[in-house]
């Protein structure tokens, strides 16, 4: 006996509308030949300096990427007492990049609209009453909607957080969604102690990869599991070469052999879920007694089914996660997001966190980046860089 157990994300967009629809409000603009173009000076406070727009990539409409998003002149305004303007250093293409501009994802901006929810960033120049930043500090947004895909900003102060920039640029540039959310995973739903073990889909996403690192430095076990391709032994290679403790095919999981596998490694306590649909339902099967399943993406765009024995017998437990509401969650207080992005960086500067594995695409040449990071098994997250 089966029960369908959906899981949909029901959130209110208003609040990130209020904060994507201020960016762009942010720039004063008139439109000359169909750009946005600039009628402020690029340095509010530098006298003398001819007004300069900055570059940015803004979608009008949501569809198809490649063909709806432009690269177009945007006004910087001017610099108030809480602002800082910062240049834009790189920033990536996530999948929530892609579905908000196709219009499919939980929250959407109001429309002209400029692409990039992640990105690292350097302040320029910083208003009279900033307090927490100063020039020349690398900069993260705290928030989804900031806006990235732009070579310059004016933002407010309490909309970014500043970062060690003794760590790696493409580091810091995929720091704020993916590394953050395995962080969250790993430490918030279940006790995780050494020798413990997690079991994951979507082991080569960049969650999967931030997973695989974060648990290797706490000691843990992780059993990653991967969809079948030609270069599946290398893919393994690479992923035990991050710290992985098993690599398995999808297909595997209801072979003997993972009765094997678990004879020397526990089971797990918790299982994440970047995929849904039946790669889900096997990652139950595997749970001990009393584990979360823990879904953060639906990559197979197929709804989570939950056998109703694991929920009677096995009393397992079924939650999701999403870090841009656990950063609103925390905003009031920022310590806990300090605390884990100074963690995070700590396991960097060590070497024991690395970036997923990247290709840097110049700014100017956002469509082939586009294209390539919708692509099927892509392998390497396209960053663009300013």
């Not at 960016?23 to 000076?41: F, I």
């Not at 307090?131 to 806006?147: E, M, N, R, Y």
């Not at 963690?343 to 970036?355: D, F, P, V, W, Y």
């Amino acid at each position: 006996m089966w029960l369908p157990f959906h899981i949909v994300f029901l959130r209110s967009q208003a609040v990130f509308k209020i904060r994507f629809s201020a960016a762009l409000l942010k720039c004063s603009r008139h439109k000359d030949n169909g750009n946005v173009t600039v009628n402020v000076s690029r340095f509010s406070h530098s006298a003398g300096l001819a007004a300069q727009p900055c570059k940015a990539l803004l979608f009008r409409k949501h569809g198809n990427p490649s063909q709806v998003v432009q690269l177009e002149d945007v006004a910087l305004p001017p610099i108030g007492a809480k602002d800082v303007l910062v240049k834009m250093l790189a920033a990536p293409i996530n999948p929530s990049d892609i579905n908000m501009i196709q219009g499919t994802y939980a929250i959407l901006p109001d429309l002209p609209a400029i692409g990039g929810n992640e990105g690292v960033a350097q302040v320029v120049e910083v208003g009279s009453q900033v307090k927490s930043l100063k020039t020349g500090d690398w900069v993260i947004p705290k928030d989804a909607g900031l806006g990235m895909w732009r070579t310059e900003a004016v933002l407010a102060e309490d909309d970014v957080i500043s970062l060690s920039n003794d760590i790696p640029l493409l580091s810091a540039a995929t720091l704020g969604v993916n590394p953050c959310t395995a962080f969250r995973m790993l430490s918030d739903f279940e006790d995780l102690k050494p020798g413990d073990s997690v079991i994951q889909n979507a082991a080569n996403s960049g969650v999967g990869q931030a997973v695989i690192q974060i648990a290797a430095a706490r000691g843990i076990n992780t059993i990653n599991i991967v969809r079948d391709r030609p270069e599946f032994t290398l893919l393994s290679d690479r992923l035990k070469a991050m710290g992985g403790t098993h690599v398995i095919k999808e297909e595997a999981l209801r072979r003997p052999e993972m009765k094997e596998l678990f004879k020397t490694c526990p089971k797990p306590k918790l299982a994440l879920n970047g995929v849904g649909g039946k790669s889900a339902t096997e990652l139950l099967r595997h749970l001990q007694f009393g584990g979360s399943m823990v879904t953060y993406g639906g990559m197979s765009k197929q709804p989570v089914t939950v056998p109703v024995s694991a929920l009677i017998f096995k009393n397992v437990k079924v939650l999701g996660f999403w870090v841009t509401q656990w950063k609103r969650d925390h905003s009031s207080d920022g310590r806990a997001f300090r605390a884990m992005l100074d963690e995070l960086c700590h396991l960097i500067q060590q070497g024991k966190l690395t970036a997923p594995a990247c290709t840097e695409v110049g700014f100017h040449d956002y469509n082939k980046a586009l294209d390539t990071a919708m692509q099927p098994f892509t392998s390497a997250k396209q960053v663009l860089i300013m």
